[in-house]
């Protein structure tokens, strides 16, 4: 299954509910099942971004799809990067002509 590491930061709305975090990661959780995959971890971090996960899909068409829903909460903007094992990564660099 493909994984994807989101790169979390909070918007004005969001940072001023921050309460409410907990029941958004639980909704994020239940969205990523719901959609075949999972939220695998999770984290709260300091720097450029306020929050870090890595999660699973059945697709991109199924990861992009989470994360324009995501986006209709507003609380918070989502940057997505496609991950690729070591072992699938070395393999693409070793199909370069």
Avoid: C
């Avoid at 975090?21 to 075949?36: I, Y």
């Amino acid at each position: 299954m493909p994984t994807y590491i989101l790169l979390i930061k909070w918007t004005e709305e969001g940072i001023k509910t921050v309460q409410d975090a907990p029941n958004r990661v639980e909704r994020a959780h239940s969205m990523w099942k719901s959609a075949g995959g999972a939220l695998k971890d999770f984290y709260f971090t300091f720097g450029r971004y306020d929050m870090i996960a890595i999660a699973e899909a059945p697709s991109d068409e199924a990861a992009a799809k989470l994360a324009l829903k995501n986006g209709t909460y507003g609380m918070a903007r989502v940057e997505t990067l496609k991950a690729f094992p070591e072992a699938e990564g070395l393999e693409i660099i070793k199909g370069l002509p």
